[in-house]
């Protein structure tokens, strides 16, 4: 049978979701947990390979199994060998037609960000952090500008893996919250680095480096030269993952005080 895994994860620690060779990536702790309580390896695919740094709060992921048990017990049974910066939230067995990465339809990612003077030791690779004021408002002008279907070449990592540079954002909020600004980037699908590109674009304007209407012609170059530098992975969290509703998959788990106040989780 086949069994998805709602999963999260701090990511501080690790290089990355995929596997490598020196073992230090989230996928390894899983699989290696999987392993230990199912005493037979086994191959798990993700929804969406984050980077080194990078955070999960929804993500998702599957495997195939002969082996009979409880959702319940796959998830009491795996977080018992996994790290505390690990855990899996919920299991469900599902069909055959579902598949983490290619059943689904949209993702979304968070990017918070501290804007103070001074960076604060307790936030450290948990928030992004800049010490000069942002202009807010100009930065969702900016945004306004990478909403619908295009080709976002320009805010692509060289080391990308994706068959195209065309991707759907749907939606780029950003919200204040006393000293912290919250984004969230709604889309079909993102490529490598995507997010933490635009966010360095985003603060060019925000800094007023850069006029809004920058980011339309950063767009348009597709060039990745022609945007501004990658920003820190420290504040950026997968938040959610969506799946056709015949999957009938548990929500996300956002609903912590700190992500509802933002965004009514």
Not at 234 to 258: H, K, Q, T, W
């Amino acid at each position: 049978m086949r069994i998805a895994l709602g999963l999260q994860y701090d990511g501080a620690a690790f290089c990355g979701w995929q596997s490598q060779p020196h073992g230090n990536t989230v996928q390894d702790e899983v699989e290696r947990a999987l392993k230990a309580f199912a005493t037979v390896p086994l191959q798990t695919v993700v929804a969406g390979r984050t980077d080194t740094g990078v955070h999960a709060l929804g993500q998702v992921l599957h495997f195939d199994t002969d082996l009979e048990r409880e959702p319940f017990s796959w998830v009491r049974g795996v977080n018992a060998f996994l790290p505390p910066t690990v855990a899996i939230q919920w299991s469900k067995p599902v069909s055959e037609t579902f598949h983490a990465r290619f059943a689904a339809f949209e993702r979304t990612y968070y990017y918070v960000l501290y804007v103070h003077p001074v960076r604060a030791p307790m936030l450290a690779r948990r928030a992004g952090w800049v010490h000069t004021p942002l202009d807010v408002e100009a930065m969702r002008e900016a945004a306004r500008h990478w909403i619908g279907e295009h080709d976002f070449s320009s805010f692509r990592s060289s080391e990308c893996q994706s068959k195209t540079p065309v991707k759907h954002v749907y939606d780029i909020d950003i919200q204040t919250r006393g000293a912290f600004v919250h984004f969230r980037f709604r889309a079909n699908a993102f490529l490598h680095h995507m997010v933490r590109n635009l966010m360095g674009c985003l603060l060019s304007v925000g800094r007023g480096r850069e006029r809004p209407e920058w980011a339309g012609a950063v767009l348009a170059a597709r060039d990745r030269k022609a945007a501004a530098p990658t920003f820190m992975p420290d504040g950026l969290y997968l938040a959610d993952v969506g799946y056709p509703a015949e999957f009938d998959l548990p929500p996300a788990n956002l609903r912590s005080e700190a992500w509802s106040e933002v965004w009514g989780a």
